[in-house]
């Protein structure tokens, strides 16, 4: 990479951000198509949001990622919000558009992009259980929604999060939710899991949010919790004949739209993919 006074400025707000594998996985997109860009992430405490955003607006950022947990009080910095911020509440990419800041929210559609690459599923077919209410399950659960799935079951531990979660969903598609003492009936009948909430993530990787015998051979598990090797429940879905797909790809993915966004070029999603995985 040559860096000069052009060079185009990308990077990432959140606190903290030392774990982050955006930068490694963007630079190298950048360096592999002979990009003059950069990527660089920025530790930002709540307080001094507004300050930063200034900032990178008046240094010229092309646009920025932005993570927990400045995903939803960012929105009062921008100038415009597109339809998938609006309605998934939360912005993950800014785009630096020269007059205006413009939020999006590249998950939900980088969810799908992977799911449907990596699995070759047919959404419109899907009768989808979402284990989950928080900031993941609104992402992918827009999604979803967006692209015409049968219906929505939500579960999750705070019913009162699951039923709100539920009644957005309905603007769309026929969406409900059930008390997770229900669990079993729900994903007896459906035919896509998709696990959003945090439990299978390090350090405690052996737990399970599923109940092993509530899975079974017609359904697709789809856990966003990413590691190096396979979650427990994904293991447990495989023992039971079920197809799995693991959280990986919705990262390079939702990466990978933000970086079409900044440059206007399709990603280099092999090379992105593969410095995530050595990453790790
Ligand atoms: P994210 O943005 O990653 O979705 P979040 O908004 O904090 O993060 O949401 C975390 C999700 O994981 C929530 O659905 C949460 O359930 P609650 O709404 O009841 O808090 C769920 N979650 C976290 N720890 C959990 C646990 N031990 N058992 C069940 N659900 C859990």
Not at 89 to 102: P, S
Not at 208 to 228: G, K, M, Q, R, T
Request: with cysteine; aromatic share 6%.
């Amino acid at each position: 990479m040559h860096l000069h006074a052009n060079i185009e400025k990308t990077g990432l707000l959140g606190h903290p951000v030392g774990h982050s594998k955006s930068p490694e996985m963007l630079n190298a997109a950048y360096q592999k198509e002979e990009l003059p860009f950069i990527y660089l992430a920025f530790d930002v405490k709540p307080d001094h949001l507004g300050q930063a955003v200034k900032g990178l607006r008046a240094l010229g950022f092309r646009g920025w990622n932005v993570t927990i947990p400045h995903k939803v009080t960012i929105m009062e910095h921008l100038d415009q919000l597109d339809e998938s911020a609006r309605a998934i509440g939360a912005v993950n990419t800014v785009i630096n558009k020269g007059e205006y800041l413009l939020g999006t929210n590249t998950d939900g559609q980088g969810y799908l992009q992977s799911l449907v690459s990596e699995t070759g599923i047919h959404l419109i077919q899907q009768r989808v259980v979402i284990l989950g209410a928080g900031g993941a399950a609104r992402a992918v659960g827009y999604a979803l929604a967006q692209a015409g799935v049968q219906h929505i079951t939500v579960i999750n531990r705070t019913e009162g999060r699951a039923k709100q979660l539920a009644s957005h969903l309905s603007h769309w598609i026929p969406a409900t939710w059930v008390s997770t003492d229900r669990m079993e009936e729900a994903i007896r009948e459906a035919t896509l899991l998709v696990q959003t909430t945090s439990v299978g993530m390090h350090p405690d990787v052996e737990a399970c949010p599923v109940h092993p015998i509530f899975l079974h051979e017609d359904l697709l598990v789809s856990d966003l919790v990413y590691h190096p090797r396979k979650t427990r429940l994904l293991k447990e879905a495989q023992k039971r004949g079920a197809k799995i797909h693991g959280g990986l790809g919705m990262l390079v993915h939702q990466g990978a739209l933000a970086y079409q966004h900044w440059t206007g070029k399709e990603a280099p999603i092999k090379i992105m993919r593969q410095t995530l995985e050595n990453s790790l």
